[in-house]
């Protein structure tokens, strides 16, 4: 509970949690998938966004500089696009002990079977080539996962369709959790997600996911230049080669782009008309969804370069963050360990 919400009297705010894997910086798929949702939420909920440095670091083991970097780049992504710090609790998963010892407890509540069988992370162990040589620590992500969003009482969390089998596995913990060790009084909750209207951009490149590691995803903090250029060299219809051709609509990611951001959505259904009747030109196409994508992430760009004109002001904000988000879990491990029997043997650090 916040002291504000305390201080008035006011019922204390439900809590949503989200997060991301600092790799590399977010692009427009995060945008729609899940950073738009979040900024509204803000205002209803009280609201954790949490860099998933521990996470990051299942997978980028050998690259502690990179994923340590990127702590800063998706604070920049996240206040860019308008994530307030007044509103939102911004926390760095490493600064949150609690969170590594939860996840700890929850191991011993999931399988083997089960983690192998999590669909999210089944496609990630093939896309990254792990094959039988998955590091432990990656296999059992969605434990820690759970431990995340229970330790700070989340019972929304706003994701991407491919976070689904987080929540799933969320949910089952914490059943077997609270039948295990508090059958009369609960201690943890499930969670819900809150998937967007589009929740899944293509990438540049058609292929079905945009990701970071894929090499096909535009940044938010892309240039103008850059975006220009790789719209210009997106995927269309490799059918459409000359304007008067009809064209795709469909599986065309122009259009899924278009689609997801174009205001004008009734202009929008012209052009596709156009489109496919033939007459319309690509380049044309892609002229309407570069203004349509400037006119989003230019201020967005702009706010982002002002913002990190100043980042002892954004390392401030992540250690305050990370402070508050701190005390919220250590109470929830307190009643964890307590539930547990456990509480006997800790003393405070
Ligand atoms: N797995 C998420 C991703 O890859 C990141 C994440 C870590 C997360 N902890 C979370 C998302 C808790 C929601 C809730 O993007």
């Not at 002002?306 to 402070?323: F, S």
Request: charged fraction near 25%; charge should be negative; glycine fraction near 6%.
């Amino acid at each position: 509970m916040s002291s504000e919400s305390l201080a008035k009297g006011a019922a204390p705010r439900p809590v949503s949690l989200t997060g991301d894997r600092p790799t590399g910086p977010l692009h427009i798929g995060h945008y729609v998938g899940s950073l738009l949702n979040r900024v509204e939420m803000q205002h209803t909920y009280q609201s954790f966004v949490l860099v998933a440095d521990l996470q990051a670091l299942t997978d980028h083991a050998d690259q502690p500089q990179k994923v340590s970097d990127h702590i800063l780049e998706v604070a920049l992504d996240y206040l860019a696009v308008g994530i307030d710090p007044k509103l939102s609790t911004v926390v760095v998963q490493s600064g949150v002990p609690e969170l590594s010892e939860l996840t700890v407890y929850f191991l011993n509540l999931v399988t083997l079977a089960q983690l192998r069988q999590n669909p999210t992370v089944k496609a990630e162990i093939q896309q990254k080539g792990f094959g039988e040589r998955v590091p432990a620590g990656f296999l059992v992500y969605p434990a820690s996962q759970a431990a995340d969003i229970t330790a700070f009482g989340a019972t929304v969390v706003p994701v991407g369709e491919d976070q689904l089998p987080m929540l799933e596995q969320t949910c089952e913990i914490v059943r077997k959790f609270n039948r295990l060790y508090a059958p009369d009084d609960p201690v943890l909750q499930e969670p819900a997600a809150v998937v967007p209207r589009v929740s899944r951009l293509p990438g540049l490149d058609g292929q079905q996911k945009m990701g970071k590691s894929l090499g096909n995803a535009l940044f938010l903090k892309d240039s103008a230049e850059v975006l220009v250029q790789k719209v210009m060299g997106m995927y269309t219809d490799p059918q459409h080669l000359r304007a008067s051709d009809p064209g795709r609509v469909q599986g065309n990611p122009v259009f899924a782009y278009l689609d997801a951001f174009d205001p004008d959505q009734s202009a929008l259904e012209d052009l596709k008309a156009h489109y496919e009747r033939g007459g319309l030109g690509d380049v044309t196409l892609k002229r309407r969804l570069i203004e349509v994508l400037e006119s989003i992430f230019q201020p967005i760009r702009v706010r982002r370069e002002e913002l990190a004109q100043h980042p002892d002001e954004v390392r401030r904000i992540l250690l305050e963050g990370t402070r508050r988000g701190r005390e919220v879990a250590a109470q929830t491990l307190s009643k964890v360990r307590r539930a547990m029997q456990l509480e006997r043997w800790h003393s405070p650090a």
